[in-house]
């Protein structure tokens, strides 16, 4: 299989599932309680950790124009594109994900909560992604080949 399908098959795939799960907590009320982790609805206005959420509206034009100034480097610089092709895709899928949140539901649809010896913020499936492409990006900065000595 070609490797930009593929690619594109993991972003529809994220992408898909993530808007499918939080549909479901919107229309159907989904809910569960555990000990350490639970499961239920909540809207973030804003970014982690609720921040920026005085932007309002404007943030997810704001997001958008970011969206776009990536494409557009990647556009120009071929050379991250294709090394960083997986969390780049990662990465798209779970902001754009969270960036329809914002025309759909006026808010990032946000319902997994940790709370396991601690209070942790809500977030949702696409904002683990955005964190595993981060992390794989830092990987591939530290420990990659090709990288040069200091």
């Not at 599932?17 to 206005?45: H, M, P, R």
């Not at 940790?114 to 990006?137: P, R, S, T």
């Amino acid at each position: 299989m070609n490797k930009t399908v593929l690619l594109f098959l993991i972003f529809l795939t994220i992408f898909i599932t993530d808007q499918a799960i939080k549909y479901a907590f919107v229309y159907n009320n989904w809910g569960y309680e555990g000990s350490c982790l639970s499961f239920q609805l909540a809207y973030n206005y804003g970014v982690a950790f609720s921040m920026f959420s005085f932007l309002k509206e404007y943030l997810k034009y704001i997001q958008l124009a970011l969206v776009f100034i990536g494409v557009i480097y990647l556009y120009f610089n071929k050379a991250v594109l294709k090394e960083y092709a997986l969390p780049i895709a990662l990465l798209f899928a779970g902001g754009l994900s969270n960036i329809l949140d914002r025309f759909t539901y006026e808010a990032v649809v946000d319902y997994i909560y940790w709370h396991c010896g601690f209070e942790f913020a809500i977030f949702n499936l696409a904002d683990m992604i955005i964190n595993l492409a981060v992390g794989i990006i830092i990987y591939k900065q530290i420990w990659g080949k090709n990288k040069e000595e200091v």
